[in-house]
């Protein structure tokens, strides 16, 4: 499984950026796939996930103001952040996790303005 991700940038508080992370290889072994993000001097921070189901899990620092979702094909996740903040600010990582592995895609810097 390869992982590329996309649709980071600057933005200003309260507004919205959408991030996607298109797989391709393996994806029928594909369990979940969600995002990640870490700051500097910080440990990665679990911010959603998306079952191959479609059963989503959002972490309550970003619950109400972000939703994950797949399309149809299940082969690409995306991120929608709204109401965006400062503390937003990070690089944020699509991941995969399948049977034997956990897959991850090359960051994707998000920056949010005061």
């Known amino acids: 499984v390869q992982l590329q991700a996309s649709g980071g940038g600057l933005v200003q508080a309260g507004g919205s950026l959408r991030l996607s992370c298109a797989a391709s290889?393996?994806?029928?072994?594909?369990?979940?796939m969600g995002w990640y993000r870490q700051v500097p001097g910080k440990q990665r921070e679990l911010i959603a996930r998306v079952t191959s189901g479609g059963i989503p899990y959002h972490e309550d620092s970003v619950k109400g103001r972000f939703t994950i979702s797949t399309n149809n094909a299940k082969n690409t996740v995306y991120l929608q952040m709204n109401v965006l903040k400062p503390e937003d600010t990070a690089v944020y990582f699509c991941y995969a996790r399948t049977r034997r592995t956990t897959v991850w895609g090359q960051g994707t810097q998000v920056t949010v303005s005061s």
């Open positions: 290889g393996n994806i029928d072994s594909i369990i979940f």
